[in-house]
Structure formats: C-alpha cells, structure tokens
C-alpha cells in the first residue's frame, strides 16, 4: 500500500486511539505490585545465592533484567504523563522508579519525548534511536570515516559497548542541550546523586562487593535489552525517513516504527512496548492498554512492519537508509550497487 492509501485508510487514527488514552488506577496499581514485588524478591534471592551458586546467581539476574525492563516501562509511561491522570503521581513514581532503572527521569523523559516529536526526520537522526548514515552520505565520506561507521553500527558495539557507555557515562553527564533546559539538568545531577547515595547506603549494609555481584549483572542485562528492542523498533527494512519539510507523523509512526509480535509472556514482561507503532501514534496510551488498542482495531496493525523475533534478527544488517529505494540496507548490498555502477 501507497502512503496515500494508507494515510486515507487510517484518517481517523485519532478517534480510534482516543478511547484507549485514558489511565486506569486500578491496573497501573496492579502493574506497580507485580513489577516492583518480584524485582524486590529476585534480588533479595540474589543475595542469598551468593552463598550457593554465582551461576545461580546470573541466571536470577537475568530474571530480574526483565522485571527492571517492566518497572523502565513504568518510568517511561509515567514520562509520557500516561500511566496515571495526576502528573504529581507520575512525576513521583517515574522518579523512584529511576532509582531502579538509574536513568534520569526528567532528563531521558524530555529527551525521550523530543524523540516521539521528530521521529523519523533525517535532521534529528539519533536523539532517542541509533544515528545512521544515508547511502550517498556513506558514499561521500573518507575511507576513515567509513571505517568509523563501520564499526560504529557493528553488532558488538551497538549491542555491547554502546550500552555500557550509555548507562556508565551518557546518562551521568547532560550531554544533550536544548533551549530552555536548565531546570531539567540540575534535576539531571540531583536524580544522579540520589541513585548514588542509594547504592551507596546500601553497600554500606551489604558491603561493595555483594552489591556489584548482585547489581552489576542486572543492570548490564537490562541495558542490553532496552538497546535491542531501541534498535529494532525503528531499524527495519521498509522503513520511513523523511527531511522535515515533508515529514508525517501518521507515516513515521506507522512505518517508521515496528510491531514486535512476542509471546504473550514476553509482551508481558516488556510491557507491550513491541507495539511501538501504537505508542508512537499516541504516546498518551498506557503500556497496559496498548494490547487491547492493537486486538480491537487491526487495522492498526495491518500496515506495519510486523516482526517476530527471529525476523528482527535480519535487522542486525540493516546499516544505511538508502533514499532512492526507501529502505535501510546492509553495507553488502551498498557494495554490489556500487560496484555495478563502476562496472565499465
């Protein structure tokens, strides 16, 4: 289907979302006890099978990664002023539940949020999604800045180092700066200090070692997950990417964004976010409103990418938006196309 069709198809987008926007207290609650419960839980367990089994240890880790995932979906709904009517409700619990998650809540909220504004718009390539090259950008760099890129967008940086580098040193300095941000990075420090001295308070009861062993490992995991799921969400094949000038927020949220159909279990544990081309419509719909949002109105779902976890592997190849094709390609692909094109 063309973009006019599907742009006439889903005109009235927003009366079909309307009626899913509105928080429901009863099941934020429940979501708050079975998402912070079992984290607690899991890490007290942690502890206790350090005396057993640091492999026992890991494998609870990775447990708790996913309960983190849920209590970050929390935070970012609360972000988004969705999860619960009062802003002082989100506010509040989006702030402790950063002390979990440790990324900053105002700050990743208003990033976060730039991000939903421009999402899809090749001048604001990178804030809140992984920046990319175009092919004739590619093709106009030196050999070095080729190589840069190349190993940039490899699998082992964008899914091991840039995590690390994210949450150790990214989120513990302000470097995105926006007109008017002053408040938003002394809450940036304060938030910080407060993740701080809560780990800090808490090595002094359980000593440095134990909390690492216990902490460390979660919270890598967490970040790998959150990478992986920023990744495919808006790295897919029949992508959408457009200058400003011609941008469509119904296009970018649709095809620019995917449907990541996971088992039941999983939707659950990572908060229905795989149903990132709804959140990107609205972002006013609750994490826990978006299944019934996609199951009542198919059509929503009928033009986007759908990805199951398997097909989001292919992802992994997908390195330049090539323009003329409108489709992200591999760097194999780009070679074959340029070496067709010096062929004498």
Not at 118 to 123: F, L
Request: hydrophobic letters at 40%; a positive charge; glycine letters at 4%.
């Amino acid at each position: 289907m063309n973009n006019n069709n599907l742009k006439e198809t889903l005109k009235n987008w927003p009366l079909i979302v309307q009626k899913y926007q509105q928080a429901d207290p009863k099941k934020a609650v429940i979501q708050l006890v079975n998402s912070f419960l079992p984290f607690l839980g899991l890490v007290v367990l942690m502890y206790f099978s350090l005396n057993w089994s640091y492999l026992f240890t890991l494998i609870l880790a990775g447990i708790a990664a996913f309960f983190l995932v849920r209590i970050f979906i929390i935070q970012h709904d609360c972000g988004h002023q969705s999860f619960l009517k009062s802003r002082k409700w989100n506010d509040s619990i989006g702030f402790i539940s950063s002390l979990f998650s440790t990324v900053p809540y105002r700050y990743w909220s208003r990033t976060h949020n730039a991000h939903h504004a421009h999402n899809g718009q090749i001048e604001h390539r990178g804030l809140g999604d992984t920046y990319f090259l175009t092919k004739d950008e590619y093709h106009n760099e030196s050999k070095w800045g080729q190589i840069r890129y190349r190993i940039y967008r490899s699998p082992l940086v964008q899914f091991v180092i840039a995590p690390i580098v994210y949450f150790s040193i990214t989120l513990r300095y302000p470097f995105t700066r926006l007109k008017g941000w002053t408040r938003i990075r002394w809450s940036f420090f304060i938030n910080n200090l407060l993740v701080l001295t809560t780990y800090a308070a808490l090595a002094l009861v359980v000593g440095w070692q134990k909390l690492l062993l216990v902490h460390l490992p979660i919270l890598f995991i967490f970040s790998l997950i959150a990478f992986w799921f920023f990744y495919i969400q808006h790295q897919h094949e029949d992508n959408y990417k457009e200058w400003q000038n011609n941008w469509d927020h119904l296009l970018a949220s649709i095809k620019g964004s995917t449907y990541y159909k996971l088992p039941r279990f999983f939707r659950w544990l990572s908060g229905n976010i795989g149903l990132h081309h709804i959140h990107h419509l609205s972002s006013r719909i609750p994490n826990y409103h978006l299944q019934a949002c996609a199951d009542e109105h198919p059509i929503l779902n009928k033009h986007a990418r759908i990805l199951t976890f398997r097909k989001s592997l292919k992802c992994i190849h997908h390195k330049l938006w090539d323009e003329e094709s409108q489709r992200m390609i591999s760097f194999r692909e780009y070679n074959r196309n340029i070496s067709s094109i010096e062929k004498p």
